[in-house]
């Protein structure tokens, strides 16, 4: 099938505020760019190797969710499809009428409460304005089941304008470790030809053993400043990885333990400006 693939560009912020509102517009208009008019190759052959056809598997940004049609068309019971457009889940609630082994959820990801075997990554990562990806990490480790799989695609290259927006292998490795294990993450060798080795594939295993804190903070407003703020914390007993968010208001901790909010507030007592709390979005 030809792809209708047409790469729009990014880089690491948007001036448009990438909401509900602004993703209807775009399935309302048809300017549905990312849709490749078929499920992705490196994603066939992630579904061809999973044995246990009742595995509870999220898509999250599904769009049209033609990985869904290759689930179903494979035998796989518990599949639950979630994007933010209203258009969009129109289309997938017809799609999938006769079909009770998919689930289709109209609301923001980040609200989303339940649990998974396995996620599928497939352009939503990118869809997802750069300052979300911490957020992003954080309630993904919190969707998964013990062992949990997090598995897909992510570009490898950076863009000018976005979304989509871009990144790299070495990003990635440092945003996500320590709160998964990497099980592979490499560039994708079926990738359609508009993506070829542009796609890095990888498949993500949930780190039981750690707790991954998400927190809102103020007062930093240089990356000097942020790399000091994230030195401190790396050097506590315990932390395993520490990043913060590309416009300063939220760092995310990977630790053994518990840490209090007051060892963490002692850290950044040296600048009467700096303030740390558990962020709002653990509370959604």
Known sequence: MESKLEEGCCVVACERPLDAAYWDAQWKSNTIGWDLGMPAPPLVSLIDSIENKSVKILIPGCGNAYEADYLVSKGFKNITLIDISETACAILKVKF????????LCKDFFKLEDTFDII?????????????????VWKMHNLLNANGILAGLLFNRAFEVGPPFGGSREEYEKLFYGAFEFENIETATNSVEPRANMELFFSFVKNNLVMVNLYSFEGITCAGCKNSVTEIYSKIVGVKNVN??????????VTDEEISINELREGIAYDKEYKIEKSPAVKL
């Open 244 to 253: 913060m968010s590309s416009d300063f208001r939220e760092i995310l901790i």
């Open 120 to 136: 599928i990554e497939q352009t939503f990562f990118c869809a997802l304005p750069p300052s979300l990806r911490l957020r992003y």
């Open 97 to 104: 009428l006769n079909q009770s082994a998919v689930r289709v």
